[in-house]
């Protein structure tokens, strides 16, 4: 498949505990992107990647929110200590190279993870 | 700050309807603006866009107009479809940033024959 994919597509989980959500970008693609929906609301960034660094953290809503790359590869975003207010879908999106300039390089989304937290 | 303020769902129309949804921005600098659609069981999708001000986006019949002075990116159809049911979200992205989105709440459509 050419698409973003992201697995699990659903995780339920205790209030707590730790989660590992993944994202396998398009073959490619440089920049990677986090974003989460909670019920009723809009998606908020949570973190940009090009290549393996993350020039943008500034969504990360707590320090119990990390994410890594490996490469131009694979991310996976890990939440510690879940709480109830996590619960959410957390889409991956990515492009060819996030530039500063007027082009833009569209984003291809994932069809995210449904994290409940109970 | 940035944000994008839509109009809140769910719109329901019968086959035909006109449809508009609105969409109005808060941006420092000069934006570009999205629509995105996600259909029932599929990913968000890039629908349309435009860069600067005046710009018209359209795909698949949907157009928006980028008015800088009343800082909006109304989408619109002449004629929906039932193929057209989905969630819409309009969204920004500031030049100079990182290519980051700042997204609206979305809005569901529900067309009916």
């Known amino acids: 498949g050419a698409g973003v994919s992201q697995s699990p597509s659903n995780k339920v989980t205790e209030k707590g505990k730790d989660v590992e959500l993944r994202c396998d970008p398009i073959s490619g693609h440089t920049a990677l992107y986090w974003y989460r929906q909670r019920l009723g609301q809009g998606l908020e960034f949570l973190i940009y990647?090009?290549?393996?660094?993350?020039?943008?953290k500034s969504g990360l809503p707590s320090d119990r929110f990390s994410a890594e790359r490996t490469g131009e590869s694979v991310s996976t975003l890990t939440i510690q200590r879940t709480q109830q207010e996590d619960s959410a879908v957390y889409l991956c999106?990515?492009?060819?190279?996030?530039?500063?300039?007027?082009?833009?390089?569209?984003?291809?989304f994932g069809p995210g993870t449904r994290l409940t937290v109970l | 700050g940035n944000s994008v303020t839509q109009m809140e769902g769910p719109v329901t129309l019968s086959e035909e309807a006109f449809l508009t949804i609105n969409c109005t921005y808060t941006?420092?600098?000069?934006?570009?603006l999205f629509w995105y659609v996600q259909y029932p069981g599929e990913g968000l999708q890039l629908l349309l866009k435009a860069t600067k001000a005046d710009d018209k986006g359209s795909n698949k019949g949907f157009e928006a107009t980028y008015r800088k002075e009343t800082t909006s990116f109304h989408l619109e159809k002449g004629s929906v479809q039932v193929s057209d049911s989905a969630v819409y979200f309009c969204a920004l992205r500031i030049s100079g940033g990182y290519n980051k989105l700042i997204f609206g709440a979305g809005t569901r459509l529900a067309v009916h024959p």
């Open positions: 990647f090009q290549g393996n660094s993350a020039p943008d």
């Open positions: 999106a990515s492009s060819l190279e996030g530039t500063s300039g007027r082009h833009y390089n569209e984003q291809f």
């Open positions: 941006a420092t600098g000069y934006p570009s």
